[in-house]
Nanobody
Framework: QVQLAESGGGSVQAGGSLTLSCVNS????????MAWFRQAPGMQREGVAA?????????YSSDSVKGRFTISHDKAKNTVYLQMTSLKIEDAGMYYC?????????????????????????WGQGTQVTVSS
């Protein structure tokens, strides 16, 4: 049973950094397409980064965060991270970790350049990120 738990959110000034963590507490870890989404009040959920835990070199970042956010995976800890630097006011929101069992989801993200929440069946509860000026 996949259970995702995010942590690491908090309040930071613009230009600062935060690292979010997403732990998958599945007893026997499998490989997943993992993604980070964010949602600001009144806005649609936006996919910002994705990675396939079964192989390296599969990281993807959306244009809105490219060069500032880095997604990574620690296989031993069954944890996916989102390192966020040079944070902007518009980066604030609730950040969610999501998982999908199929590697093709991540392959399609690489091909199409878009992370869709409809493709992910497992979700964490979210962690809040606040960015102040």
């Amino acid at each position: 049973q996949v259970q995702l738990a995010e942590s690491g959110g908090g309040s930071v000034q613009a230009g600062g950094s935060l690292t979010l963590s997403c732990v998958n507490s599945e007893y026997i870890p499998k490989t997943y397409c993992m993604a980070w989404f964010r949602q600001a009040p009144g806005m649609q959920r936006e996919g910002v980064a994705a990675i396939y835990t079964g192989s390296s070199g599969t990281e993807y970042s959306s244009d809105s965060v490219k060069g500032r956010f880095t997604i990574s995976h620690d296989k031993a800890k069954n944890t996916v991270y989102l390192q966020m630097t040079s944070l902007k006011i518009e980066d604030a929101g609730m950040y969610y970790c999501a998982a999908d069992r199929f590697w093709k989801t991540c392959a399609d993200i690489q091909t199409n350049g878009r992370i869709s929440s409809a493709d992910f069946g497992y979700w964490g509860q979210g962690t809040q990120v606040t960015v102040s000026s």
